[in-house]
């Protein structure tokens, strides 16, 4: 006997998520009947019925959904290959099923990914991923050829993380040319990229992206094991993960960095940290991370370090201008006015005449408004978002003063205040002190600067108590180690920078040479 002859399926009543487990059936119209019941509805399937042009003719199947693959491959490789090769079988029909097969995927189809799947469920998720199969009457198993192609976002400058120096590249939307910037900067066979699938209906690709010897293999396999045990029906983003991965899972504190540029995930992969992207979304999560780290840009190690340090230095100044300046305000003007100086304090006491609120309340309202604003300009169209963010502020407080309802000086600290908040390179950061800023007001308005501290004593504690991925959270500052300071708070130059900062269980933790110095 040559092949299996096909027969008329017989009905199947077996429900469709017992389908998608089954093998693969040797009878061609067995296996498109149970498709046909599973992809009821899926108008973008394709099922092309071809004769391969064997000795005799034997019937295959070729399955896609319309949009995910590249039509011209599909036409070109697998089609145009099938149907004119003469040389499949030979007249006496001696090739087996199975060894058909094998000279289908090894001389016939000219595609540079082929391999074997043996089951339904294989199948619908190669198909779903832009895949195409190949199904042959009488072989069990089917081939599955990589024709993966559809429209993407074409590489650009990420809008979040504007710099004027450095690469302008930004990763895409596509896991694959994510893979490939990546991998265009770091040469090394140590560079190691793990692939997952997330997601019951989903069915995701997560990757997960490490360096071998440099990324503490307790962490990298701690990571693996969060992921692995996520049970979610969908991932359309790297932030679904982050509540499941996460350390401390209610919390402000984010434990976790993002980023679109691959030049300064490059950066943190090569200090041991770990990073997880996820097809579908340009941001790449990062981990472990310090608070400290929020205060960095990328920017940073392509300027000069002398200026890199004052401006990095800058910006902690900035954050605690965010944090802090509405709650000190409204301490000294409530509770501490002997630290004013007289003549400014007469002029305070001038410009709060007929104020009908207490300066707690005043700055709140301020306080709200503003962020109300900031929501309102990222929310609304790019065009008009600013204009009607700086037109409204501008209205909003030179009408609030003319009225009485607010004073000239809370105007000046709250914008201030909003100025310094926008000075963070990490988006992470600003939703930290936005949220923050509103507990030191509240602690300002009923205890002064005893409300301040005690808010301050807390929020350290806090941070002291939690950690990313076992890094903890204020480090290098608790546990103290003054030898990782020297990157923190000042940028460090290169020639001195031979260390990477140290993760335990790190294997590798110098980054260049003890000869090299300037």
């Known amino acids: 006997m040559r092949f299996i002859k096909s027969k008329k399926p017989e009905k199947i009543d077996i429900p469709p998520g017992e389908l998608v487990e089954q093998a693969l059936s040797p009878v061609l119209q067995d296996n498109r009947e149970k498709l046909r019941i599973l992809l009821a509805g899926c108008s973008d399937v ?69 391999k074997t799947l043996s089951n339904i469920e294989e199948l619908l998720h190669h198909i779903s991923s832009g895949d195409t199969v190949l199904l042959i009457d009488g072989c069990s198993s089917g081939l599955v050829a990589g024709t993966r192609s559809w429209q993407s976002r074409a590489i650009q400058t990420p809008e979040n993380e504007i710099t004027i120096y450095g690469p302008k590249e930004g990763l895409s939307e596509t896991l694959r040319f994510n893979t490939a910037l990546l991998r265009r900067r770091i040469k090394s066979t140590n560079f190691k990229i793990e692939n997952m699938v997330i997601g019951k209906l989903s069915k995701t690709d997560v990757a997960l992206f490490y360096i071998e010897h440099i990324a503490p293999r307790p962490m990298v396999e701690e990571l693996k094991k969060r992921l692995e045990a996520i049970d979610i029906d969908a991932v359309l983003d790297p932030r679904y993960l982050v509540e499941f991965v996460a350390d401390e899972k209610r919390s402000i504190f984010t434990q976790e960095q993002y980023t679109e540029k691959p030049d300064r995930l490059c950066g943190y992969l090569l200090e041991g940290r770990i990073a997880v992207m996820v097809d579908g979304s340009p941001m790449a999560l990062i981990v472990p991370v310090s608070f400290l780290e929020y205060l960095i840009s990328p920017e940073d190690y392509y300027i000069n ?115 310094a908040s926008f000075a963070s390179p990490s988006y992470n950061a600003g939703i930290i002190i936005r949220i923050a800023r509103f507990a ?62 140290y993760l335990e269980g790190m294997e590798n933790q110098w980054r260049q040479g003890k000869s090299t110095g300037g």
Do not use: C
């Open 46 to 114: 394709v099922m092309r019925d071809f004769m391969l042009a064997s000795h005799p003719p034997t019937p295959g199947l070729l399955l896609y959904f319309d949009g995910l693959v590249d039509k011209e491959q599909v036409a070109l490789h697998l089609l145009q290959p099938l149907l004119t090769e003469q040389n499949t079988g030979d007249s006496s029909g001696n090739l087996s099923p199975d060894e058909m097969l094998k000279r289908v995927q090894y001389r016939i189809l000219s595609i540079s990914e082929v």
């Open 305 to 419: 370090y002398i200026a890199a340090s004052l401006f990095r230095l800058l910006r902690l100044g900035a954050f605690a201008i965010a944090l802090l300046l509405p709650s000190l305000y409204v301490a000294v003007i409530t509770y501490h006015h002997e630290m004013v100086p007289t003549p400014l304090l007469l002029t305070l006491a001038a410009t709060r005449q007929g104020v009908p609120f207490p300066a707690f309340v005043e700055a709140l309202l301020l306080d709200l408004t503003f962020e109300l604003l900031r929501e309102a300009g990222l929310r609304l169209p790019r065009a008009v978002g600013p204009a009607v963010s700086i037109v409204g502020a501008l209205i909003i407080g030179d009408a609030a003063v003319r009225a009485g309802l607010v004073s000239t000086p809370m105007v000046v600290i709250i914008a201030a205040t909003g100025i």
């Open 440 to 501: 030191f007001l509240i602690a300002s308005g009923l205890l002064g600067f005893l409300g301040i501290m005690i808010a301050l004593i807390l929020l350290f504690v806090r941070m002291a108590s939690l950690s990313s991925l076992g890094l903890p959270y204020l480090a290098p500052l608790a546990p103290f180690n003054w030898q990782q300071l020297g990157d923190i708070f000042i940028r460090r130059p290169w020639f001195e920078n031979r260390k990477r900062p």
